[in-house]
């Protein structure tokens, strides 16, 4: 089992960066593909980005790709997203959760979800 905690939330302005982790207990996170998911207020949860266990493929959404990158120290047993060029839509509650099967987009496929970590962007 795997325990996770984001951090590095926060308010922001319009084009700014944000740097969030994804910090996890146990040792099995190495083993996991990992992801980003977001939800706003109002709507659904919905994939940022996903990366493999080994960190030499990533995914992303069209509306993050480009902006967003994902990264993974699995000797720090840590998970990151690094946001660049913030837009007021990227507002949102982030969490990262362990793919535990299925397509990498879709949110039943991940477990072991953390709290999540607010990000709001002012314009």
């Known amino acids: 089992q795997v325990q996770l905690v984001e951090s590095g939330g926060g308010l922001v302005q319009a084009g700014d960066s944000l740097r969030l982790s994804c910090a996890a207990s146990g040792h099995t996170f190495s083993s996991y593909d990992m992801g980003w998911f977001r939800q706003a207020p109002g709507k659904e949860r919905e994939f940022v980005a996903a990366i493999e266990e080994n960190g030499l493929w990533t995914r992303y959404a069209d509306s993050v790709k480009g902006r967003f990158t994902i990264s993974r120290d699995n000797g720090k047993k840590t998970l990151y997203l690094q946001m660049n060029g913030l837009k007021p839509d990227d507002t949102a509650v982030y969490s990262c959760?362990?793919?535990?099967?299925?397509?990498?987009?879709?949110?039943?496929?991940?477990?072991?979800w953390g709290q999540g970590t607010q990000v709001t962007v002012s314009s």
């Open positions: 959760a362990t793919r535990v099967g299925g397509t990498y987009y879709r949110d039943s496929s991940y477990d072991n």
